[in-house]
């Protein structure tokens, strides 16, 4: 149900509010310690109505930082590529949902997001717990499980619009809370970041 209400406000937003959050969200990430001080950030290319993300990773890019993309595998884990511009993607069409954008270079491997020094999730809403809400397709779960796993401790950033920043979301008991959250106004912090 939120998940519905949640996609319904942002499929309502136009190419306009799209652009403006872009650079806003851009200016607010760059200024996070976790991301300024990152050798390597595994992100994410936004799609649809998402908070736009292109900005932020040229930016990263520019700074120097090796910014790492998700590939979709069949059986919903994520590889992943290096991001070197708008250049190294490409539109990849996944089954009967959405399309997406993909690097185009040499697979890593699914545990490359562990060499990351912060990792920007999707999502559609971020507690006042630090508890995500993501679209239900569980790529992320296995991201952070396989992050646990291997003893890594990103920090671990979301990306939202401010009206999906809620009170409560509904969590799995395999759910762990996120270090920050970014809207084009701001950032909100939770707990301390371990490592």
Wanted: proline share 6%; aromatic share 4%; hydrophobic share 40%.
């Amino acid at each position: 149900m939120l998940r519905r209400e949640l996609l319904g406000v942002r499929n309502r937003l136009t190419a306009d509010d799209l652009r403006e959050t872009s650079a806003a969200l851009a200016g607010r990430a760059l200024e996070l310690p976790e991301l300024a001080g990152a050798g390597t950030v595994a992100a994410y290319v936004s799609v649809g109505s998402e908070p736009g993300t292109l900005a932020l990773l040229d930016a990263l890019c520019a700074r120097g930082v090796r910014v790492m993309l998700p590939v979709l595998s069949p059986d919903n884990d994520l590889d992943w590529g290096v991001y070197t511009g708008e250049g190294s993607l490409a539109r990849v069409q996944h089954g009967g949902r959405m399309a997406l954008f993909e690097p185009t270079g040499e697979r890593l491997g699914p545990d490359a997001v562990t060499t990351a020094d912060a990792v920007l999730l999707p999502g559609l809403a971020v507690d006042a717990r630090g508890m995500r809400l993501g679209r239900g397709g569980g790529s992320y779960d296995r991201v952070l499980a396989r992050l646990e796993r291997a003893g890594a401790h990103p920090a671990l950033v979301v990306l939202l619009y401010e009206t999906e920043v809620v009170e409560h979301v509904p969590e799995e008991p395999h759910d762990r809370p996120v270090h920050a959250v970014v809207t084009p106004s701001g950032v909100r912090r939770f707990g301390q970041r371990a490592g």
